[in-house]
């Protein structure tokens, strides 16, 4: 099921999480395809600690899940605080 972003940006505060909306990069430069398309992702901070989610980066890229993997990852943090999605 897909979730409009102002929701799961709204969900996410209420947790003590911020969901960050970008191009993704390859290194330090915007990733581009054989046709020259750039690709835009998700990226999840921890308001506690200040770090991005790992799996919403990796060693090589950055801004790597979509709209569902970011209301999957909150919904599992729903769920560890015990709260209702």
């Given amino acids: 099921m897909t979730y409009c972003e102002s929701t799961l940006r709204r969900k996410?505060?209420?947790i003590g999480y911020q969901v960050v909306k970008g191009f993704q990069h390859y290194g330090r430069y915007v990733y581009h395809?054989?046709?020259g398309e750039r690709y835009s992702g998700y990226m999840v901070k921890d308001l506690s600690n200040g770090y991005f989610e790992w799996g919403s980066y990796n060693s090589n890229f950055d801004f790597c899940?979509?709209?569902d993997d970011?209301?999957?990852?909150?919904?599992?943090q729903y769920e560890e605080?015990?709260?209702a999605w």
């Fill in 12 to 14: 996410a505060y209420k």
């Fill in 33 to 35: 395809n054989s046709y």
């Fill in 65 to 67: 899940w979509n709209i």
């Fill in 70 to 76: 970011v209301a999957e990852f909150l919904k599992e």
């Fill in 81 to 83: 605080l015990g709260l």
